[in-house]
């Protein structure tokens, strides 16, 4: 289990060598290992600790005023899950959390898609458009057979 010296009394185990190998300067920490995680930070920013903490900083405020921006726009007009997602692209510039759940969230939309595109999920959900659809005509004709053409703010009360 000597995998550090051979000289007596020094005991490196592996992780421990790992450990103290990803803080050597220009490795990223320990998170650009070729599987695309880490921060995208210029290498300038990521060799100065306070600064690339500042930069850590700023992208954290700028995502999450994004992603606020988005949560208010679920009820409100406009894009809000597009705006959301844009905020955790932001994060997963930096954010090793936020580029998982980003992965996450593509392979669950992925996925989502391809089972869309399958024929016998396809016909059930023509199907199930077809049943509402004929449900809201009901509705609209029951609505027109009670109070006729004249729209809701028009009637009058009796």
């Given at each position: 289990m000597n995998t550090g010296s051979d000289e007596p009394g020094e005991v490196v185990m592996a992780a421990d060598r790992a450990r103290t190998d990803r803080r050597e300067p220009g490795h990223n920490n320990g998170r650009g290992t070729g599987d695309g995680l880490g921060s995208r930070a210029p290498e300038f920013v990521r060799a100065r600790r306070l600064l690339h903490l500042s930069w850590q900083v700023g992208v954290f405020v700028v995502g999450l005023a994004v992603v606020v921006a988005g949560i208010v726009m679920l009820p409100l007009p406009?894009?809000?899950?597009?705006?959301?997602?844009?905020?955790?692209?932001?994060?997963?510039?930096?954010?090793?959390?936020?580029?998982?759940?980003?992965?996450?969230?593509?392979?669950?939309?992925?996925?989502?898609?391809?089972?869309?595109?399958?024929?016998?999920?396809?016909?059930?959900?023509?199907?199930l458009t077809a049943i509402g659809l004929v449900i809201v005509a009901v509705l609209v004709g029951i609505y027109v057979g009670q109070f006729g053409l004249v729209m809701p703010w028009k009637i009058k009360d009796q």
């Open positions: 406009g894009p809000g899950w597009v705006v959301i997602f844009g905020g955790m692209a932001i994060w997963a510039t930096e954010f090793v959390w936020a580029q998982l759940a980003l992965r996450w969230t593509k392979r669950k939309v992925t996925e989502a898609a391809q089972r869309a595109l399958d024929p016998r999920v396809r016909r059930r959900n023509i199907t």
